[in-house]
């Protein structure tokens, strides 16, 4: 995961967008995914993310270990500080082509969601207060012990 937020974090959009990403990884950080699709999840996050109207942005990336169903899992989540996802997105945010932005093909979203299934995972979206959206997905046994 830390690969991928590096690669990330150069992208010349993100610098350009006044935007700033940060990671916070708690505990080890090694883990049995498939790091091209992680990768690719992660990236379409984070252009979800740009396309926040709102400026200076800051998009949060967060991998962490946790306990889910008495097994350890890998939280990933990323948070922006945006305007949030209006009702009607967050019913329908991984919905094959449903998309709020102009130029956008809605499937950014449905395509993270079947990554993180392949994975034997979930994932979901909401928003924080006072602003700013969430989101967060868990892959279970995908924590090295």
């Not at 590096?6 to 080890?28: K, R, Y």
């Not at 998009?59 to 946790?66: A, D, G, H, L, P």
């Not at 979203?109 to 990554?115: E, F, G, P, T, V």
Request: proline share 3%; hydrophobic share 40%.
């Amino acid at each position: 995961c830390a690969e991928a937020f590096d690669e990330i974090s150069e992208c010349q959009e993100l610098h350009e967008a006044d935007c700033s990403l940060t990671m916070d990884s708690i505990g080890d950080d090694a883990a049995w995914v498939d790091r091209v699709r992680i990768k690719e999840m992660l990236v379409h996050l984070i252009d979800n993310s740009l396309g926040v109207k709102r400026r200076p942005l800051t998009i949060r990336f967060t991998s962490e270990q946790v306990i889910v169903e008495g097994k350890t899992s890998l939280r990933l989540s990323v948070a922006d500080d945006g305007e949030g996802f209006a009702d009607d997105a967050l019913c329908r945010a991984f919905e094959p082509f449903f998309t709020t932005k102009q130029h956008g093909t809605g499937l950014g979203l449905s395509i993270c969601r079947r990554i993180v299934q392949a994975h034997g995972g979930s994932i979901r979206v909401y928003n924080t207060l006072p602003y700013g959206a969430v989101v967060e997905a868990i892959l279970p046994d995908s924590v090295l012990e």
